[in-house]
Protein backbone atom coordinates (compact mmCIF):
# COMPACT_ATOMS: atom_id res chain seq x y z
CA UNK A 1 0.00 0.00 0.00
CA UNK A 2 1.75 3.28 -1.17
CA UNK A 3 2.18 6.00 1.85
CA UNK A 4 -0.25 8.81 2.35
CA UNK A 5 0.94 12.20 1.98
CA UNK A 6 0.67 12.91 5.75
CA UNK A 7 2.87 10.10 6.10
CA UNK A 8 5.50 11.34 4.22
CA UNK A 9 8.21 13.13 5.81
CA UNK A 10 7.86 11.17 8.95
CA UNK A 11 10.29 8.57 10.27
CA UNK A 12 9.69 5.31 8.28
CA UNK A 13 11.54 2.90 10.61
CA UNK A 14 12.04 3.73 14.82
CA UNK A 15 13.85 1.36 16.89
CA UNK A 16 14.23 1.66 20.43
CA UNK A 17 16.73 -0.57 22.49
CA UNK A 18 15.09 -3.92 20.96
CA UNK A 19 16.37 -7.30 22.71
CA UNK A 20 16.04 -10.52 21.19
CA UNK A 21 16.84 -13.55 22.44
CA UNK A 22 16.57 -17.42 21.84
CA UNK A 23 16.14 -20.51 23.36
CA UNK A 24 15.19 -20.14 27.17
CA UNK A 25 18.08 -20.62 29.85
CA UNK A 26 16.19 -23.41 31.76
CA UNK A 27 17.18 -26.35 34.09
CA UNK A 28 16.75 -29.50 32.20
CA UNK A 29 13.04 -30.46 32.46
CA UNK A 30 12.46 -32.25 35.90
CA UNK A 31 10.18 -35.17 34.19
CA UNK A 32 12.78 -35.55 30.84
CA UNK A 33 16.06 -35.45 32.97
CA UNK A 34 17.41 -36.84 28.89
CA UNK A 35 16.01 -33.47 27.20
CA UNK A 36 19.28 -31.11 27.60
CA UNK A 37 18.49 -27.34 27.65
CA UNK A 38 18.81 -25.91 25.04
CA UNK A 39 22.10 -22.75 25.21
CA UNK A 40 20.21 -19.62 24.91
CA UNK A 41 21.30 -17.44 21.75
CA UNK A 42 21.25 -13.20 21.81
CA UNK A 43 20.49 -12.50 18.51
CA UNK A 44 20.08 -8.82 18.83
CA UNK A 45 21.15 -6.97 21.84
CA UNK A 46 19.98 -3.58 23.05
CA UNK A 47 19.76 -2.42 18.74
CA UNK A 48 18.68 1.07 18.54
CA UNK A 49 18.25 2.17 14.57
CA UNK A 50 16.20 5.35 13.11
CA UNK A 51 15.53 5.19 9.22
CA UNK A 52 14.03 8.37 7.09
CA UNK A 53 10.94 7.81 4.36
CA UNK A 54 12.02 7.39 1.08
CA UNK A 55 16.06 5.96 2.10
CA UNK A 56 17.94 2.89 1.30
CA UNK A 57 19.27 1.67 4.28
CA UNK A 58 21.81 -1.23 4.30
CA UNK A 59 22.52 -3.46 7.30
CA UNK A 60 25.85 -5.21 6.62
CA UNK A 61 26.78 -7.66 8.80
CA UNK A 62 27.78 -11.52 8.69
CA UNK A 63 25.45 -14.64 8.88
CA UNK A 64 24.40 -14.77 12.46
CA UNK A 65 24.71 -11.15 13.17
CA UNK A 66 21.28 -10.92 14.14
CA UNK A 67 20.01 -8.85 10.57
CA UNK A 68 17.45 -11.33 9.83
CA UNK A 69 15.98 -11.00 13.04
CA UNK A 70 15.77 -7.07 12.92
CA UNK A 71 14.18 -8.28 9.81
CA UNK A 72 11.33 -10.22 11.06
CA UNK A 73 10.85 -7.97 13.87
CA UNK A 74 10.02 -5.68 11.71
CA UNK A 75 8.17 -7.60 9.41
CA UNK A 76 5.76 -8.43 12.60
CA UNK A 77 6.77 -11.87 12.68
CA UNK A 78 8.64 -12.25 15.82
CA UNK A 79 8.49 -10.09 19.20
CA UNK A 80 11.08 -8.59 20.47
CA UNK A 81 11.61 -9.49 24.89
CA UNK A 82 12.81 -5.79 25.38
CA UNK A 83 12.53 -2.64 23.39
CA UNK A 84 9.63 -1.12 20.74
CA UNK A 85 10.03 -0.75 17.15
CA UNK A 86 7.24 0.70 15.10
CA UNK A 87 6.98 1.01 10.82
CA UNK A 88 5.74 4.81 10.32
CA UNK A 89 4.35 4.99 13.82
CA UNK A 90 2.55 2.25 14.15
CA UNK A 91 3.71 -0.23 16.76
CA UNK A 92 5.11 -3.72 15.31
CA UNK A 93 3.64 -5.41 18.56
CA UNK A 94 0.77 -3.58 19.47
CA UNK A 95 -0.63 -2.96 15.91
CA UNK A 96 0.86 -5.32 13.39
CA UNK A 97 -1.99 -5.13 11.10
CA UNK A 98 -1.47 -1.65 10.31
CA UNK A 99 2.34 -2.24 9.83
CA UNK A 100 1.63 -5.25 7.04
CA UNK A 101 -0.05 -2.46 5.22
CA UNK A 102 2.64 -1.00 4.79
CA UNK A 103 5.42 -3.23 4.23
CA UNK A 104 6.34 -6.17 2.56
CA UNK A 105 9.38 -8.49 2.54
CA UNK A 106 12.42 -10.38 -0.10
CA UNK A 107 14.06 -12.78 2.07
CA UNK A 108 17.49 -14.63 1.12
CA UNK A 109 15.06 -18.00 0.05
CA UNK A 110 12.66 -17.59 -2.36
CA UNK A 111 9.83 -18.74 -0.83
CA UNK A 112 6.67 -20.07 -2.75
CA UNK A 113 4.46 -22.97 -3.88
CA UNK A 114 6.96 -24.85 -5.67
CA UNK A 115 4.19 -26.54 -8.10
CA UNK A 116 2.32 -23.44 -8.53
CA UNK A 117 3.95 -20.73 -11.53
CA UNK A 118 5.31 -17.40 -10.54
CA UNK A 119 1.53 -15.96 -12.43
CA UNK A 120 -0.13 -18.46 -9.70
CA UNK A 121 1.88 -16.97 -6.93
CA UNK A 122 1.93 -13.45 -7.93
CA UNK A 123 -2.15 -13.97 -8.16
CA UNK A 124 -1.71 -14.93 -4.65
CA UNK A 125 0.02 -12.33 -3.33
CA UNK A 126 -1.76 -9.90 -4.95
CA UNK A 127 -5.27 -11.32 -3.19
CA UNK A 128 -3.91 -11.12 0.40
CA UNK A 129 -2.65 -7.38 -0.72
CA UNK A 130 -6.58 -6.31 -2.09
CA UNK A 131 -5.75 -6.39 -5.50
CA UNK A 132 -5.84 -9.69 -8.26
CA UNK A 133 -8.58 -8.23 -10.57
CA UNK A 134 -8.27 -7.07 -13.65
CA UNK A 135 -5.00 -5.58 -14.92
CA UNK A 136 -3.15 -7.78 -12.78
CA UNK A 137 -2.23 -10.28 -15.51
CA UNK A 138 -0.51 -6.87 -17.02
CA UNK A 139 1.25 -5.47 -14.35
CA UNK A 140 2.85 -8.89 -13.16
CA UNK A 141 4.26 -9.41 -16.92
CA UNK A 142 5.61 -5.57 -17.17
CA UNK A 143 7.17 -6.11 -13.78
CA UNK A 144 8.94 -9.18 -14.68
CA UNK A 145 10.05 -8.17 -17.99
CA UNK A 146 11.42 -4.99 -16.47
CA UNK A 147 13.62 -7.62 -14.23
CA UNK A 148 14.33 -9.46 -17.43
CA UNK A 149 12.85 -12.86 -16.69
CA UNK A 150 11.37 -14.47 -20.15
CA UNK A 151 7.24 -13.76 -19.82
CA UNK A 152 7.07 -17.70 -21.15
CA UNK A 153 7.92 -18.64 -17.87
CA UNK A 154 5.54 -17.18 -16.22
CA UNK A 155 3.04 -20.16 -16.73
CA UNK A 156 5.48 -22.96 -15.80
CA UNK A 157 6.20 -24.39 -12.41
CA UNK A 158 8.43 -22.29 -10.10
CA UNK A 159 10.46 -25.33 -9.18
CA UNK A 160 11.53 -25.03 -12.92
CA UNK A 161 12.85 -21.79 -13.07
CA UNK A 162 16.99 -20.59 -11.68
CA UNK A 163 17.59 -19.87 -8.10
CA UNK A 164 17.86 -16.45 -9.81
CA UNK A 165 14.65 -16.25 -12.10
CA UNK A 166 12.91 -17.57 -8.84
CA UNK A 167 14.53 -14.75 -7.16
CA UNK A 168 13.27 -11.94 -9.51
CA UNK A 169 10.08 -13.25 -8.94
CA UNK A 170 10.19 -13.07 -5.55
CA UNK A 171 11.01 -9.39 -6.12
CA UNK A 172 8.49 -8.68 -8.30
CA UNK A 173 5.75 -10.08 -5.69
CA UNK A 174 7.22 -8.00 -3.29
CA UNK A 175 7.51 -4.72 -5.95
CA UNK A 176 3.81 -5.89 -7.03
CA UNK A 177 1.65 -4.85 -3.88
CA UNK A 178 3.54 -1.21 -3.63
CA UNK A 179 4.65 -1.48 0.02
CA UNK A 180 6.03 1.32 1.47
CA UNK A 181 8.70 -0.15 3.46
CA UNK A 182 10.35 -3.14 1.62
CA UNK A 183 12.28 -5.35 3.59
CA UNK A 184 15.17 -7.25 1.55
CA UNK A 185 17.11 -9.78 3.11
CA UNK A 186 19.86 -10.71 0.61
CA UNK A 187 18.18 -10.54 -2.16
CA UNK A 188 20.37 -10.45 -4.35
CA UNK A 189 22.53 -13.83 -3.05
CA UNK A 190 22.89 -16.05 -6.02
CA UNK A 191 22.12 -14.05 -8.56
CA UNK A 192 24.07 -13.50 -11.81
CA UNK A 193 25.74 -10.02 -12.19
CA UNK A 194 23.81 -9.25 -14.59
CA UNK A 195 20.43 -9.65 -12.73
CA UNK A 196 21.84 -8.87 -9.65
CA UNK A 197 22.40 -5.24 -11.89
CA UNK A 198 19.09 -5.18 -13.05
CA UNK A 199 17.96 -5.79 -9.24
CA UNK A 200 19.65 -2.84 -7.64
CA UNK A 201 18.45 -0.71 -10.79
CA UNK A 202 14.60 -1.32 -9.83
CA UNK A 203 15.33 -0.80 -5.85
CA UNK A 204 16.78 2.69 -6.84
CA UNK A 205 13.60 3.02 -9.05
CA UNK A 206 10.92 2.09 -6.69
CA UNK A 207 12.71 4.67 -4.36
CA UNK A 208 12.82 7.44 -7.35
CA UNK A 209 9.55 6.76 -8.11
CA UNK A 210 7.11 5.98 -5.13
CA UNK A 211 9.14 7.56 -2.35
CA UNK A 212 9.31 3.78 -0.83
CA UNK A 213 11.46 3.14 1.73
CA UNK A 214 13.95 0.62 1.58
CA UNK A 215 16.03 -1.44 4.01
CA UNK A 216 18.51 -4.13 2.83
CA UNK A 217 20.43 -6.70 4.35
CA UNK A 218 23.06 -7.51 2.54
CA UNK A 219 26.68 -9.29 2.93
CA UNK A 220 28.01 -7.58 -0.45
CA UNK A 221 29.42 -4.74 0.38
CA UNK A 222 30.18 -3.18 -2.88
CA UNK A 223 26.30 -3.39 -3.37
CA UNK A 224 25.48 -1.29 -0.02
CA UNK A 225 27.83 1.35 -0.91
CA UNK A 226 26.01 2.25 -4.25
CA UNK A 227 23.17 1.80 -3.48
CA UNK A 228 22.47 2.93 0.37
CA UNK A 229 22.59 6.22 1.63
CA UNK A 230 22.77 5.00 5.18
CA UNK A 231 24.07 2.05 6.54
CA UNK A 232 24.31 0.19 9.88
CA UNK A 233 27.41 -2.20 10.69
CA UNK A 234 25.61 -5.01 12.96
CA UNK A 235 27.80 -8.11 14.72
CA UNK A 236 26.83 -10.37 17.63
CA UNK A 237 23.66 -8.32 17.82
CA UNK A 238 24.88 -5.00 18.35
CA UNK A 239 25.46 -1.76 16.22
CA UNK A 240 28.55 -0.83 16.08
CA UNK A 241 28.52 1.92 13.08
CA UNK A 242 25.84 3.87 11.61
CA UNK A 243 26.00 6.62 8.80
CA UNK A 244 26.56 7.42 4.96
CA UNK A 245 28.73 4.97 3.60
CA UNK A 246 31.32 7.31 2.80
CA UNK A 247 31.35 9.15 6.33
CA UNK A 248 31.92 5.23 8.11
CA UNK A 249 34.80 4.64 5.18
CA UNK A 250 36.60 7.80 6.33
CA UNK A 251 35.59 7.20 10.15
CA UNK A 252 36.65 4.00 9.98
CA UNK A 253 38.76 2.75 6.92
CA UNK A 254 42.48 4.14 5.69
CA UNK A 255 43.07 6.73 3.29
CA UNK A 256 41.74 5.07 0.08
CA UNK A 257 40.00 2.76 1.80
CA UNK A 258 36.60 0.83 1.16
CA UNK A 259 33.61 0.13 2.85
CA UNK A 260 34.81 -2.98 3.24
CA UNK A 261 37.92 -1.96 4.80
CA UNK A 262 35.83 0.30 7.08
CA UNK A 263 33.77 -3.20 8.49
CA UNK A 264 36.94 -5.30 8.93
CA UNK A 265 38.78 -2.31 11.14
CA UNK A 266 34.93 -2.18 13.07
CA UNK A 267 33.88 -5.87 12.90
CA UNK A 268 37.65 -7.00 13.48
CA UNK A 269 36.91 -9.29 11.01
CA UNK A 270 36.01 -9.72 7.39
CA UNK A 271 32.71 -11.36 5.91
CA UNK A 272 34.58 -14.51 4.88
CA UNK A 273 35.88 -15.09 8.60
CA UNK A 274 32.86 -15.20 9.91
CA UNK A 275 31.57 -17.62 7.43
CA UNK A 276 34.43 -19.99 7.70
CA UNK A 277 33.78 -20.28 11.57
CA UNK A 278 30.15 -20.67 11.18
CA UNK A 279 30.56 -23.34 8.69
CA UNK A 280 33.34 -24.92 11.77
CA UNK B 1 -14.33 1.95 5.46
CA UNK B 2 -16.09 -0.87 6.69
CA UNK B 3 -17.38 -2.11 3.19
CA UNK B 4 -13.71 -1.40 2.21
CA UNK B 5 -12.18 -3.82 4.81
CA UNK B 6 -14.95 -6.27 4.31
CA UNK B 7 -14.04 -6.12 0.58
CA UNK B 8 -10.52 -6.32 0.89
CA UNK B 9 -11.26 -10.07 3.45
CA UNK B 10 -13.31 -10.89 0.53
CA UNK B 11 -10.81 -10.63 -1.92
CA UNK B 12 -8.08 -12.75 0.21
CA UNK B 13 -10.99 -14.79 1.16
CA UNK B 14 -11.18 -15.55 -2.43
CA UNK B 15 -7.41 -15.90 -3.00
CA UNK B 16 -7.05 -19.02 -0.54
CA UNK B 17 -9.74 -21.03 -2.41
CA UNK B 18 -7.98 -20.32 -5.46
CA UNK B 19 -4.35 -20.82 -4.01
CA UNK B 20 -5.86 -24.07 -2.81
CA UNK B 21 -7.48 -24.97 -6.43
CA UNK B 22 -4.25 -24.28 -8.05
CA UNK B 23 -2.44 -26.19 -5.63
CA UNK B 24 -4.96 -29.10 -6.34
CA UNK B 25 -4.55 -29.05 -10.02
CA UNK B 26 -0.99 -28.74 -10.22
CA UNK B 27 -0.53 -31.63 -7.64
CA UNK B 28 -3.00 -33.57 -9.94
CA UNK B 29 -0.96 -37.14 -9.25
CA UNK B 30 -1.01 -36.45 -5.74
CA UNK B 31 -4.62 -36.10 -5.39
CA UNK B 32 -5.46 -38.56 -7.99
CA UNK B 33 -3.31 -41.55 -5.25
CA UNK B 34 -5.07 -40.32 -2.31
CA UNK B 35 -8.22 -40.67 -4.17
CA UNK B 36 -7.73 -44.32 -5.29
CA UNK B 37 -6.82 -44.80 -1.70
CA UNK B 38 -9.96 -43.41 -0.35
CA UNK B 39 -12.01 -45.26 -2.84
CA UNK B 40 -10.21 -48.45 -2.41
CA UNK B 41 -10.36 -47.48 1.46
CA UNK B 42 -14.76 -47.30 1.15
CA UNK B 43 -15.34 -50.05 -1.29
CA UNK B 44 -13.54 -52.74 0.89
CA UNK B 45 -15.18 -52.14 3.87
CA UNK B 46 -18.11 -52.20 1.22
CA UNK B 47 -17.05 -55.46 0.22
CA UNK B 48 -16.09 -56.57 3.78
CA UNK B 49 -19.87 -56.34 4.56
CA UNK B 50 -20.74 -57.83 1.19
CA UNK B 51 -18.58 -61.11 2.26
CA UNK B 52 -19.51 -62.01 5.90
CA UNK B 53 -22.19 -64.24 4.61
CA UNK B 54 -18.96 -66.61 3.53
CA UNK B 55 -17.35 -65.77 6.97
CA UNK B 56 -20.31 -67.55 7.67
CA UNK B 57 -22.26 -65.24 9.42
CA UNK B 58 -25.74 -66.22 8.87
CA UNK B 59 -28.49 -64.07 6.53
CA UNK B 60 -30.81 -64.96 9.02
CA UNK B 61 -29.11 -63.45 12.54
CA UNK B 62 -28.01 -60.54 10.45
CA UNK B 63 -29.21 -58.03 8.27
CA UNK B 64 -26.67 -57.97 5.28
CA UNK B 65 -28.36 -55.72 3.36
CA UNK B 66 -28.48 -52.94 6.17
CA UNK B 67 -24.55 -53.68 7.50
CA UNK B 68 -23.14 -52.96 4.08
CA UNK B 69 -25.16 -49.68 4.31
CA UNK B 70 -24.43 -48.98 7.60
CA UNK B 71 -21.01 -49.39 7.27
CA UNK B 72 -20.58 -47.74 3.35
CA UNK B 73 -22.26 -44.74 5.00
CA UNK B 74 -19.71 -44.70 8.06
CA UNK B 75 -17.05 -45.17 5.15
CA UNK B 76 -18.19 -42.24 2.65
CA UNK B 77 -18.52 -40.04 5.62
CA UNK B 78 -15.02 -40.79 7.60
CA UNK B 79 -13.61 -40.02 4.02
CA UNK B 80 -15.36 -36.64 3.51
CA UNK B 81 -14.73 -35.82 6.95
CA UNK B 82 -11.07 -36.41 7.45
CA UNK B 83 -10.09 -35.40 4.57
CA UNK B 84 -12.00 -31.97 5.18
CA UNK B 85 -10.39 -32.40 8.75
CA UNK B 86 -7.12 -33.05 7.58
CA UNK B 87 -6.87 -30.23 5.12
CA UNK B 88 -7.64 -27.81 7.74
CA UNK B 89 -5.33 -29.22 9.89
CA UNK B 90 -2.15 -29.11 7.76
CA UNK B 91 -3.02 -25.51 6.58
CA UNK B 92 -0.16 -24.25 8.74
CA UNK B 93 2.22 -27.92 7.86
CA UNK B 94 1.65 -27.56 4.34
CA UNK B 95 2.84 -23.50 4.32
CA UNK B 96 5.68 -24.64 6.38
CA UNK B 97 7.11 -27.25 4.11
CA UNK B 98 6.78 -25.33 1.18
CA UNK B 99 8.19 -22.31 3.00
CA UNK B 100 5.61 -19.74 2.58
CA UNK B 101 4.81 -19.61 6.04
CA UNK B 102 6.40 -16.42 6.51
CA UNK B 103 4.49 -14.77 3.86
CA UNK B 104 1.26 -15.28 4.51
CA UNK B 105 1.38 -14.76 7.92
CA UNK B 106 2.72 -10.84 7.41
CA UNK B 107 0.18 -10.46 4.85
CA UNK B 108 -2.18 -7.83 5.98
CA UNK B 109 -5.16 -9.76 6.63
CA UNK B 110 -7.55 -11.17 9.36
CA UNK B 111 -6.58 -14.65 10.81
CA UNK B 112 -10.10 -15.85 10.69
CA UNK B 113 -10.18 -14.56 6.56
CA UNK B 114 -6.92 -17.00 6.31
CA UNK B 115 -8.46 -19.89 8.28
CA UNK B 116 -12.02 -19.32 6.36
CA UNK B 117 -10.24 -19.47 3.21
CA UNK B 118 -8.64 -22.66 4.36
CA UNK B 119 -11.77 -24.30 5.60
CA UNK B 120 -14.01 -23.16 2.91
CA UNK B 121 -11.67 -24.54 0.12
CA UNK B 122 -11.46 -27.56 1.87
CA UNK B 123 -14.95 -27.99 2.04
CA UNK B 124 -15.43 -27.95 -1.27
CA UNK B 125 -12.76 -30.33 -2.56
CA UNK B 126 -13.90 -32.25 0.55
CA UNK B 127 -17.51 -32.54 -1.24
CA UNK B 128 -16.35 -33.48 -4.66
CA UNK B 129 -14.05 -36.22 -3.81
CA UNK B 130 -16.56 -37.81 -1.51
CA UNK B 131 -19.29 -37.07 -4.25
CA UNK B 132 -17.12 -39.30 -6.71
CA UNK B 133 -16.47 -41.56 -3.97
CA UNK B 134 -20.17 -41.97 -3.65
CA UNK B 135 -21.00 -42.31 -6.99
CA UNK B 136 -18.32 -45.25 -7.35
CA UNK B 137 -20.14 -46.74 -4.41
CA UNK B 138 -23.66 -46.73 -5.45
CA UNK B 139 -22.19 -48.00 -9.40
CA UNK B 140 -20.78 -50.85 -7.61
CA UNK B 141 -23.26 -52.04 -4.99
CA UNK B 142 -26.79 -52.36 -4.80
CA UNK B 143 -27.58 -50.32 -2.04
CA UNK B 144 -31.57 -50.25 -0.62
CA UNK B 145 -32.28 -46.30 -0.17
CA UNK B 146 -35.79 -46.48 -0.14
CA UNK B 147 -36.34 -45.60 3.09
CA UNK B 148 -33.42 -42.65 3.11
CA UNK B 149 -34.54 -39.16 4.61
CA UNK B 150 -32.28 -37.17 2.22
CA UNK B 151 -33.61 -33.70 3.79
CA UNK B 152 -32.48 -34.55 7.20
CA UNK B 153 -29.24 -35.99 6.37
CA UNK B 154 -28.33 -33.06 4.16
CA UNK B 155 -29.39 -31.38 7.14
CA UNK B 156 -26.82 -32.99 9.51
CA UNK B 157 -24.28 -33.31 6.94
CA UNK B 158 -24.61 -29.11 7.37
CA UNK B 159 -24.50 -29.41 10.96
CA UNK B 160 -21.78 -31.01 11.40
CA UNK B 161 -19.38 -28.58 9.23
CA UNK B 162 -19.01 -26.13 11.61
CA UNK B 163 -17.83 -28.13 14.52
CA UNK B 164 -15.28 -30.50 12.06
CA UNK B 165 -14.02 -26.81 11.13
CA UNK B 166 -13.51 -26.20 14.68
CA UNK B 167 -11.49 -29.34 15.68
CA UNK B 168 -9.52 -28.79 12.32
CA UNK B 169 -8.46 -25.21 13.36
CA UNK B 170 -7.78 -27.08 16.99
CA UNK B 171 -5.52 -29.63 15.37
CA UNK B 172 -3.93 -26.67 12.55
CA UNK B 173 -2.12 -25.27 15.84
CA UNK B 174 -0.40 -28.30 16.73
CA UNK B 175 1.96 -27.32 14.09
CA UNK B 176 2.17 -23.83 15.41
CA UNK B 177 3.35 -25.35 19.11
CA UNK B 178 5.58 -27.80 17.52
CA UNK B 179 7.05 -27.29 14.11
CA UNK B 180 8.65 -31.01 14.33
CA UNK B 181 6.00 -32.79 16.24
CA UNK B 182 2.86 -31.01 15.47
CA UNK B 183 2.23 -32.91 12.18
CA UNK B 184 2.33 -36.41 13.75
CA UNK B 185 0.27 -35.43 16.66
CA UNK B 186 -2.39 -34.04 14.01
CA UNK B 187 -2.49 -37.60 12.59
CA UNK B 188 -2.70 -39.05 16.24
CA UNK B 189 -6.07 -36.87 16.74
CA UNK B 190 -7.75 -38.04 13.54
CA UNK B 191 -6.36 -41.68 14.39
CA UNK B 192 -8.48 -41.14 18.22
CA UNK B 193 -11.59 -39.62 16.05
CA UNK B 194 -11.73 -42.35 13.68
CA UNK B 195 -11.98 -44.73 17.67
CA UNK B 196 -14.29 -42.91 19.31
CA UNK B 197 -16.53 -41.25 16.83
CA UNK B 198 -18.67 -44.84 15.80
CA UNK B 199 -17.56 -44.55 11.93
CA UNK B 200 -17.72 -48.63 11.65
CA UNK B 201 -19.48 -49.33 14.94
CA UNK B 202 -21.90 -48.44 17.16
CA UNK B 203 -20.27 -45.71 20.13
CA UNK B 204 -22.33 -48.51 22.76
CA UNK B 205 -19.68 -51.34 21.83
CA UNK B 206 -17.06 -48.91 23.59
CA UNK B 207 -15.36 -49.40 26.91
CA UNK B 208 -17.16 -46.70 29.56
CA UNK B 209 -14.24 -43.82 29.32
CA UNK B 210 -14.11 -44.04 26.07
CA UNK B 211 -17.84 -43.83 25.63
CA UNK B 212 -18.15 -40.80 27.50
CA UNK B 213 -15.49 -39.17 24.93
CA UNK B 214 -17.28 -40.64 21.86
CA UNK B 215 -20.42 -38.61 22.92
CA UNK B 216 -18.42 -35.03 22.94
CA UNK B 217 -16.90 -36.09 19.49
CA UNK B 218 -18.92 -33.78 17.00
CA UNK B 219 -18.55 -36.75 14.14
CA UNK B 220 -20.82 -39.29 16.43
CA UNK B 221 -24.14 -37.46 16.20
CA UNK B 222 -23.28 -37.03 12.33
CA UNK B 223 -22.34 -40.31 12.14
CA UNK B 224 -25.32 -41.57 13.92
CA UNK B 225 -27.83 -39.35 12.52
CA UNK B 226 -27.07 -39.94 8.73
CA UNK B 227 -27.29 -43.31 9.42
CA UNK B 228 -30.52 -43.07 10.79
CA UNK B 229 -31.99 -40.51 8.03
CA UNK B 230 -30.62 -43.01 5.25
CA UNK B 231 -31.33 -46.01 7.01
CA UNK B 232 -34.57 -45.62 8.46
CA UNK B 233 -35.57 -42.13 7.39
CA UNK B 234 -35.40 -40.23 10.49
CA UNK B 235 -37.01 -37.12 9.92
CA UNK B 236 -36.29 -33.74 10.02
CA UNK B 237 -38.30 -32.99 13.07
CA UNK B 238 -36.66 -36.12 14.77
CA UNK B 239 -33.18 -35.15 13.83
CA UNK B 240 -33.41 -31.58 15.66
CA UNK B 241 -31.61 -32.10 18.98
CA UNK B 242 -28.93 -33.69 16.73
CA UNK B 243 -28.57 -30.95 14.71
CA UNK B 244 -29.05 -28.66 17.49
CA UNK B 245 -26.15 -30.27 19.27
CA UNK B 246 -24.00 -29.97 15.89
CA UNK B 247 -24.63 -26.44 15.90
CA UNK B 248 -23.97 -25.73 19.58
CA UNK B 249 -20.72 -27.68 19.39
CA UNK B 250 -19.93 -25.43 16.23
CA UNK B 251 -20.68 -22.15 17.96
CA UNK B 252 -18.51 -23.27 20.67
CA UNK B 253 -15.62 -24.32 19.06
CA UNK B 254 -14.94 -22.21 15.73
CA UNK B 255 -14.52 -19.14 18.01
CA UNK B 256 -12.71 -20.99 20.77
CA UNK B 257 -10.37 -22.60 17.94
CA UNK B 258 -9.64 -19.41 16.01
CA UNK B 259 -9.06 -17.54 19.99
CA UNK B 260 -6.41 -20.46 20.43
CA UNK B 261 -4.94 -20.22 17.08
CA UNK B 262 -4.33 -16.16 17.83
CA UNK B 263 -3.11 -17.47 21.17
CA UNK B 264 -0.26 -20.02 19.49
CA UNK B 265 0.20 -17.47 16.58
CA UNK B 266 1.06 -15.54 19.23
CA UNK B 267 3.86 -17.35 21.44
CA UNK B 268 4.94 -19.07 17.85
CA UNK B 269 6.15 -15.17 17.48
CA UNK B 270 7.83 -14.70 20.51
CA UNK B 271 10.06 -18.00 20.01
CA UNK B 272 10.68 -17.47 16.34
CA UNK B 273 8.80 -20.52 15.33
CA UNK B 274 6.65 -18.42 12.44
CA UNK B 275 9.45 -19.90 10.08
CA UNK B 276 10.45 -22.54 7.47
CA UNK B 277 12.50 -24.82 9.39
CA UNK B 278 10.81 -23.96 12.23
Known amino acids: ?191 DPRSKREVQELVRSIRRDRAATVLL ?19 QGRVLAEGAPAELVRSHADVGGSLEDAFMRLTGKRLEEDEEEKEE | MMGNTLRWEMNAFVGFIERQKNLYRRYWAWEAVWLLYNLVSVLSIGYLAAGLSTLGVERSSVNLQQTELYLLIGALLWTYLSMVFFEVSFAITWERWEGTIEYTFMAPIKRLTHLLGMCAASLIYGILRAAIIGLAVVALFRLDLSHANWLTALALFAAATLPLLGLGIFTSILPLLSPEKGEQMAFAVQGVLLLISGVYYPITVLPGPLRVVGMVSPLTYTLDGVRQALLHGLSLAAALPDIGILLLMGVVLVPASVWCFGRAEVRAKRLGLLKRSG
Open chain 1, 217 to 235: CTHDLQEAEVLCDRVLVID
Open chain 1, 1 to 191: MAIHESELNRTAVEVEGISKRFGEAVRPHRLMPWRKAKKPKLALDQVSMHVETGRITGILGANGSGKSTLIRILATLLTPDAGTASVFGYDVVRHPAQVRRHINRVSVEASFFKEMSPWENMLYAARLYGSGGDGTRDRVEAMLDRLGLPLDTLDKPMKQLSRGQQQKVAIARSFLTSPSLLLMDEPTTGL
